[in-house]
């Protein structure tokens, strides 16, 4: 399973852009590059996810060069509500076998700060 | 639709006491999931399954057992509590079993052991 590297803390002040980096230096050929958001007292979210180039939807962007040994998450114009841990996973498709032990490895995540 | 429920929300429990933590979800998902999430470590998956009836270890699993006996239940096992254990749980539950489907978690079992 690809190891993931994250910035473990990071400060933005309202309606900045922010940009955070995640190093999967080991991904594998069939590994998709997952993004979580996880507010205080409550289970992980899904905002986005890619394989390659660019992918954007209502929360945010994706983006993920040729080599594809990082990725980048993008929050446009971030508020306070935006304060949250933000996770990059990075996924072994492996199919399940029934017989070992199948691992999925959120890290320790980022934890952004949005400071009025 | 209620989406992952979890029950109890807290506990309190005595080291060698058990407990067993409930996990529901209403979408119909084959594949459901326990982590727990303890301070400056993230998420660690414990164990998994794929579908009724079936189970199997994840990363951490010593110390805890699970059961699905119904495809929208899965049930994890204290049997003799720990204060290691003291951590918040999460269960959640997907259509597929591949870390590229989105997970969907439930709001998380605090459980301390003293």
């Known amino acids: 399973l690809a190891k993931t590297t994250q910035p473990i803390s990071m400060d933005s002040y309202e309606g900045q852009e922010v940009n955070i980096t995640c190093s999967h230096n080991n991904i594998a050929t069939n590994d998709y590059i997952t993004w979580y958001q996880q507010f205080p007292s409550q289970g992980p979210r899904f905002i986005i996810q890619?394989?390659?180039t660019k992918v954007t939807n209502e929360v945010a962007s994706l983006f993920i060069p040729a080599d594809r040994k990082s990725s980048t998450l993008s929050l446009p114009r971030v508020s306070l509500s935006d304060t949250a841990v933000y996770y990059c996973l990075v996924g072994d498709k492996r199919p399940y076998s029934g017989a070992g032990s199948y691992q999925l490895t959120f890290g320790k995540g980022t934890k952004l700060s949005v400071i009025p | 639709n209620a989406g992952v429920t979890q029950t109890p929300k807290f506990r309190v429990l005595k080291t060698g006491q058990s407990m067993t933590l409930l996990c529901a979800q209403d979408m119909n998902h084959e594949y459901m999931y326990w982590y727990r999430q303890d301070p400056g470590m993230g998420l660690r998956l414990i164990h998994y399954s794929v579908g009724e009836g079936t189970t199997a270890k994840g990363e951490v699993p010593d110390g805890y057992n699970v059961s699905r006996l119904k495809k929208q239940n899965f049930l994890l096992g204290l049997e003799s509590a720990a204060p290691s254990q003291t951590s918040v749980y999460f269960c959640a539950s997907s259509s597929r079993a591949s870390p590229e489907d989105e997970q969907y978690f439930g709001p998380g079992t605090r459980l301390t052991v003293t």
């Open positions: 890619g394989y390659k």
